[in-house]
Structure formats: C-alpha cells, structure tokens
T-cell receptor
Framework: NAGVTQTPKFQVLKTGQSMTLQCAQDMNHEYMSWYRQDPGMGLRLIHYSVGAGITDQGEVPNGYNVSRSTTEDFPLRLLSAAPSQTSVYFC???????????????FGAGSRLTVL | AQSVTQPDIHITVSEGASLELRCNYSYGATPYLFWYVQSPGQGLQLLLKYFSGDTLVQGIKGFEAEFKRSQSSFNLRKPSVHWSDAAEYFCAVGAGSGGSNYKLTFGKGTLLTVNP
C-alpha cells in the first residue's frame, strides 16, 4: 500500500497565482485532513472531511478551499496565493473506526510551498 | 477548546542519557493522547497513543509515555537515547468521541538534539 500520497513535493508560486495540492489515500479511510506546519507553530488544521461530500473548516481555513468527491482524494486549493501561505502542508487520513483506530492519523510526506 | 502545551522548545541530551519530553493538555473530558515524531524533511510518524486503560503506554523505538489525569500531562520518556532519536516530537490531543473525534490539536513541538 502506498498510504497517503501528496503531490507536488515542492512548489513555488507568485502572489495571486492559484494551485491545487493533491492528496490521495488507498486505505479506504473515511477521515482526511489538511494541516500546515510553520516554524514554532506546530501543526494547525486547515480543513477536514469525515467522508465523501462532507467537509468542514479547521483552525486556519481562510484562503483555502477543499472538496471531497471520492473517498480516496482530498485536494487543497489555493485560489489566490499570498506570502503568508508559505508553509509545509501535510495531508493525513484516518479510519476513525473503533477505539483501536480512532484518531490515529497516517500522514503524507508533505508539500513545501513558497509564495513569492 | 482543547489545547496542548509543550514547554520545551529545544532539548539537548547526550547519547545514552535518559530523556523526558513534557506535554500538558487541556480538555474537558477524557482525552485521546498521542506522540508523533518528525525526522528532518519527513512526515509525522506515530510513536504511541493513549485511549484508555493502563496509564503507562509503550510505543515504538523504546519510547513510553505516562498519562497523569491529575496533572493533565502525558510526558514522553526513553531510558537511553540513541543518536537516531534526534528529531522533532509533537504531542497531540483529540476528542474521545463524537463529531470532533477526528480533529487533533498539536503542540508546537520539541526539537531534540543528541550529542555523541
């Protein structure tokens, strides 16, 4: 199994450009989420989804859109990139089923985004 | 709202020495608690988790953590540190059940340096 796959690994954008960070998982997990990691800030939740067609906002959703048309994919869209969105982005998934699996997140390798 | 505090931003230990990384959480009910480790340029890997039961939990790579409800703490320990343990460590808390069961709140991380 590939687990959680994120693309691209690196991206440089100019202010105002748009792009989509892709995330795919092959574990049939219902729960998927996007976090951003900034130095000294830990990981902060951007958006999450508890199943196909269901998304909700996390702690820092402004400037980002998501959709969940399939169980496998959860893309993160930046409609008009800003320098404040320079960060490392992590996608994570979880089965969220039962006490042994609940909340155990499997992370992707990350996508490093620089906005100039 | 749940929160996590990791009081130590950076810890340096000598190889072979014991290690304790501190984590304090704030949550109104019984929390789900986690420790994740991140090696440079990598995603996050789960070290161990606490859901219920025995308050001393064992994880991978020889790590253990103890849940102390009275102190709202979940400190990570290792009796003898190896150079390969150098990484950043994140404590996280999640809700025990319900719709917010899937949203983890992370601490800001503790960077561990291991001297030879």
């Amino acid at each position: 199994n590939a687990g959680v796959t994120q693309t691209p690994k690196f991206q440089v954008l100019k202010t105002g450009q748009s792009m989509t960070l892709q995330c795919a998982q092959d574990m049939n997990h219902e729960y998927m989420s996007w976090y951003r990691q900034d130095p000294g800030m830990g990981l902060r939740l951007i958006h999450y989804s508890v199943g196909a067609g269901i998304t909700d906002q996390g702690e820092v959703p402004n400037g980002y859109n998501v959709s969940r048309s399939t169980t496998e994919d959860f893309p993160l869209r930046l409609l008009s990139a800003a320098p404040s969105q320079t960060s490392v982005y992590f996608c994570a998934s979880s089965s969220g089923q039962g006490s042994s699996g609940a909340n155990v997140l499997t992370f992707g390798a990350g996508s490093r985004l620089t906005v100039l | 709202a749940q929160s996590v505090t990791q009081p130590d931003i950076h810890i340096t230990v000598s190889e072979g020495a014991s290690l304790e990384l501190r984590c304090n959480y704030s949550y109104g009910a019984t929390p789900y608690l986690f420790w994740y480790v991140q090696s440079p340029g990598q995603g996050l890997q789960l070290l161990l988790k606490y859901f219920s039961g025995d308050t001393l939990v064992q994880g991978i790579k020889g790590f253990e953590a103890e849940f102390k409800r009275s102190q709202s703490s979940f400190n990570l320990r290792k009796p003898s540190v190896h150079w390969s343990d150098a990484a950043e460590y994140f404590c996280a808390v999640g809700a025990g059940s319900g719709g917010s069961n899937y949203k983890l709140t992370f601490g800001k991380g503790t960077l561990l340096t291991v001297n030879p």
